[in-house]
């Protein structure tokens, strides 16, 4: 049980932080959306999203941010596994799953429903 | 009267300035909140029923999510949830998909490759993008510090 309670308010913190950013400047979506990715990817190089992940679960994993923690924790066994090379290598190939998931289901999704009209 | 969502926001923003903010940040927190503990429902399914290891849940969980976000914006109700809930449907990876099943679906009647395909990554790709190139270089810069002294990130 304490582990949905931790996923809702760290999740919800996190989507919270990003409302600030929406609603007290003007930052667009795909802005928060790139800078919450490279924060995951800063935090997920220096080690410290995982404490994150440990703490909150989904809360943690969910929001975009986690993504980019993904990123990092790939790129960095990449050079552990293959060296420099690795380095290009391993975020993409930790993050595989998700980014062809939304190229695959996104790119059906578009071909079968169409915008409601306004 | 009619008017733009600008200018509806603007004139909300001159009416009440601080409970907008307030409700919107509960939206945001509320909506963001739940989307993840499905999340970790979901995982808990994967780790538990399935017997997936952490990583291996992880990755099926934002698959599974992935797939949620882009057919409920196929069905058009994750936009009207994303109205109220900001910044709750934009961050979790839903809104991820969402951000590539929205405009696709727009762009689809200016044909299935330039139309739809492209763009699917209007904001995506610059996701994408910063996000690897962010990855790259810490990789890199591990790789460096792995000769001072054993890489100790």
Partial sequence: MMS???????????????QVLIDKTKLTPGRILVAFVVIGVILGGLGIY??????????ATVPIVGFGNVLAKGAIKGVNEHGILGALMGGAEAAAGGISA??????LIALIFNPKSK | MKLTNQEYQEY???KSPDSTLLK???????VGGLICVIGQAIFDIYKNAVGLSDDMARTAVSVTM???????TGINVYGKLAKHAGGGTLVPIT????????????????????GLASKMFVIAGPVLV??????????VIYFIMSFFGGGGI
């Fill in chain 1, 102 to 107: 939304s190229i695959v289901f996104g790119f």
């Fill in chain 2, 95 to 114: 809104g991820f998909a969402n951000a590539i099943v929205s405009p696709a679906m727009e762009f689809k009647k200016e044909g299935l490759v330039l």
């Fill in chain 2, 24 to 30: 919107d940040l509960l939206w945001a927190f509320v």
């Fill in chain 2, 66 to 72: 992935v797939f949620i976000g882009a057919f409920l």
């Fill in chain 2, 130 to 139: 910063y996000g690897i190139t962010a990855s790259v270089v810490v990789g």
């Fill in chain 1, 50 to 59: 995982d404490k994150l992940v440990d703490y909150a679960g989904a809360g």
């Fill in chain 1, 4 to 18: 949905y309670i931790n996923a809702f308010w760290v999740g919800g913190l996190i989507c919270a932080a990003a």
């Fill in chain 2, 12 to 14: 909300l923003n001159k």
